[in-house]
């Protein structure tokens, strides 16, 4: 068996950013609390666990005090801070400047449409820190979609602009872009720049790594996905190898491997999210080349 690690993999600039920042801080300090899972992947928040990291949610941070909290890389809404200074609490902010800058753009957006009756629409997954972050901009009047069903939310015959989570599909956002448009279509008859503003507000990083994943996918006979099964950006990324390539298989850890996916003459390919840590990647490499051929020849 030959087994590569894809090399574009891992962490992207944001998510590394905030886990330096939190193990920079621990150094220094015995407990750091962070507001939420710091990464969508359990073994790197059990890790950090071990050192001292502490979970919390926004109900718990209500009720700390004077003390230090680690803000991840999905950024957080205005009532955050707000809550920080009521509680006289040092934010540790480890947001995503391409999530920063994202919430600027979308609090600018929102302003101008309340001026025309219009309404801020972002494609994403309601409930996900990054898009609590956004809505957070706009009063929480902002429209969060998913699906076709979530369009109903949306007025046609008012004014949209639309944005997109960072870490969404490219193309199901372009899919979701031309679908608003034919309904705008359909409740006035034409379409211009007043009616729809559409930006693709689309983490580069992330979107690059798709047409990467591709060529990843075809070079292999199989891909083993490694991300954490809360990871958004890890399901819209092993799609894009399920796509390409039938034999692909999402994992969390090693432990998970099946041996009956596996022929001793395969070329094996290791992939991630951006939340999947390099070290796990490895560690799912040596698990494979560990196995005992003989035991995977006879399984199958």
């Known amino acids: 068996m030959e087994v590569t690690i894809d090399k574009n993999s891992g962490y992207c600039f944001g998510v590394e950013y905030a886990i330096k920042m939190a193990e920079d801080e621990m150094e220094s300090s015995s407990k750091l609390y962070c507001l939420g899972d710091i990464v969508h992947n359990a073994m790197e928040v059990n890790r950090l666990s071990s050192k001292g990291l502490v979970v919390i949610d926004r109900d718990q941070l209500e ?24 509680n006289n609490i040092e934010l540790i902010d480890a947001s995503c400047p ?3 800058k994202l919430q600027h753009r979308v609090k600018s957006a929102f302003d101008k449409m309340e001026k025309q009756s219009g309404q801020i629409v972002i494609y994403g997954k309601k409930g996900h820190a990054e898009v609590i972050g956004l809505t957070g901009q706009t009063l929480e009047k902002a429209i969060v979609v ?11 015959t008012r004014p949209v602009t639309l944005f997109s989570q960072t870490t969404k599909s490219t193309k199901g956002f372009y899919e979701l872009k031309a679908k608003i448009e034919e309904k705008i279509k ?23 790594r798709e047409p990467q994943l591709q060529k990843f996918s075809e070079d ?3 891909i083993v996905f490694v991300a954490g099964k809360k990871s958004s950006n890890g399901k819209a990324l092993y799609q894009v190898c399920k796509g390409i390539n039938e034999r692909s298989f999402f994992v969390e850890n090693e432990t998970e491997i099946n041996l009956e996916w596996l022929n001793p003459e395969d070329k094996i390919g290791i992939c991630g999210a951006t939340s999947t840590p390099m070290w796990l990647m490895d560690q799912v490499k040596d698990h494979i080349l560990s196995l005992d051929k003989n035991s995977i020849k006879a399984i199958i």
Do not use: W
């Open 186 to 208: 359909e409740a006035k008859g034409i379409l211009n720049d007043i009616d729809f503003n559409a930006n693709d507000s689309i983490c580069r990083q992330v979107s690059n």
């Open 98 to 100: 391409v999530v920063l």
């Open 146 to 156: 998913m699906d076709d069903a979530d369009l109903d939310q949306i007025d046609f």
């Open 63 to 86: 009720d700390l005090h004077d003390c230090k909290v680690l803000i991840r890389a999905h950024g957080e809404p205005p009532e955050t801070y707000r809550t920080a200074i009521k």
């Open 220 to 222: 292999n006979d199989v």
